[in-house]
C-alpha cells in the first residue's frame, strides 16, 4: 500500500508557469527595468529551478555580473505580484489534481509538496485553489529555500520525506519536468510526468509512467509502484 504522495507545484498542482512570466514581466516594468522574457527565453530560464536563480542567470547573460543588482529583492517584488494575481483568479489545478488528493485523504495516504518555489507562492496557490491554508491541505510542505541546493538535487525530496516519516519506496513523486524528475529518482523515489506548456520538449527516460494529464492516472489505482525503482 502506497504511503504517500510527494507533488511538484509549478506546473505539476497548477499549470503556473505563464502566470509566473507574467508576473516576472509586470515586476520588471513596475520597477522601471527594462527587461522582458518572452515565451522562448522564459523556456530556456527554466532549466535553472528557482526565481532568484533565473534572474540571476539572465543578468550573467545580459550585463555579465549580477552581483550589484538587488536580486532578492526584484524576485520579493515578483512573489507579491504573484500571489496577487492568483488572488484574484488567475490560477486553477490542473486535471486530476484535485480528484487524487480528494481520493488519496479518503484512504488516509498522507501528501507532501517538494518545491522550489516559494512557501508564500505555495500557501497563495492552496488558497486560491482549494479555498484552504496550504497545512490544511498538505501534511509536510519542503518548499524554495528551506535546502541550499533546489532540482535537479534530490535535497527537497529527502527533506520531504524526512517531515512525512515516510520510506521512498513506499512513496511517490507526481513531476511536470526533467530537473523533477532528476530529483525524485535521486531520492530514490517512483515519479510519474505529466509534462506542463514549458516541458513537453523534454525527455523523460526514466520516469516511472508518463501520461499526457493526470487525469488519465484514474486516481490511485494508476500509482503503480508495482516496477523496482531505477
Known sequence: MIEAILFDVDGTLAETEELHRRAFNETFAALGLDWFWDREEYRELLTTTGGKERI???LRHQKGDPA????ADIHRAKTERFVALMAEGEIALRPGIA????EAKRAGIRLAVATTTSLPNVEALCRACFGRPAREVFDAIAAGDMVAEKKPSPEIYRLALRELGVPPDRA???EDSLNGLRAAKAAGLRCIVSPGFYTRHEEFAGADRLVDSFAELGGLAGLDLTAPVA
Not at 480528484?99 to 480528494?102: E, G, K, Q, S, V
Open 68 to 71: 550589484p543588482l538587488p536580486i
Open 56 to 58: 540571476a542567470r539572465f
Open 99 to 102: 480528484d487524487l488528493i480528494a
Open 172 to 174: 511517490v513523486a507526481l
